[in-house]
């Protein structure tokens, strides 16, 4: 009676153990099925986020935004060509109100326009085209800092050198004074600049006598041997009241802060008569 129970119980553990290793063995597979599932979809994957990465909006304005740098600089090539090839000479100038000139394009007109005080300083404001882009090689050393030593580096840059003569004549015609050899533009840059701006100065240290006279300026490019010229009208009239045009930003105010304060009373002394 008591080998009963044992044998049921032999019996019994086999089969428990076939159980549990059919268990482990299902549960074996099911990891392998999922390794070679992972396995096989993870190219998939990669490929699909380097397909989303090569046609991502940002990858594709790089490439747009260096094709338009590299088209940019090929239209600057063809622009200095065009300008190599253009004679010296004024594009655009103006009499602006002294110390006004902040750069290129910056600056505040004079008005009226050709029409000064005696003693005025009257400035005129030129934009050249076509001077020469002289290549200077540079070599320089660096200090190599805690190493104690140096390092030679040579670099190209550009000389712009111009010139300028003064012609003051009476409204006859009759030349009065000349100014010769003035230093315009003695500048060295890392660029062939082609936005660049003169500022010719004359100053009235004996104020001129009321009246109406022609200013001829010269302009000589040292590099290239070219000049030109621009006649200018002048009026110089005890009455005048002048000024300079503000900039868009500014009130019209400025206008008004430039004149001398005896002119500015006078102003107001007429205004209210």
Known sequence: MLTLPNS???????IMIYRRSLTMTLFTLTLLSLSISFILSWPLVTSFAQLSSSSS???????EGANQLAELQAARQQYLSAWNNTAFSSLFDVFIAEGSHLGYGIY??????????????????????????????????????????????????????????????????????????????????HRQNTEFSLTLTLSQEEPFPVGDYMVTYIVHDQLTGQSFQIDKR???DDNAITGALPLPDNDDNSMQQLLPQQQLEERSQALES
């Open 8 to 14: 049921t119980h032999k019996k019994r553990v086999p």
């Open 108 to 189: 505040r007109e004079h008005v009226p326009a050709n029409v000064f005080r005696p003693g005025e300083t009257i400035v005129l404001y030129v934009e050249p085209v076509g001077f020469g882009h002289q290549p200077i090689t540079d070599a320089s050393t660096q200090d190599g800092g805690n190493n104690n030593s140096t390092a030679a580096t040579t670099r190209i840059l550009y000389l712009m050198n111009m010139t300028a003569d003064y012609i003051i004549s009476d409204s006859n015609g009759t030349e009065l004074a000349t100014i010769e050899d003035l230093p315009a533009a003695n500048l060295i840059s």
């Open 57 to 63: 909006p940002e990858m594709a304005l790089t490439h």
């Open 234 to 236: 002048i009026t110089i």
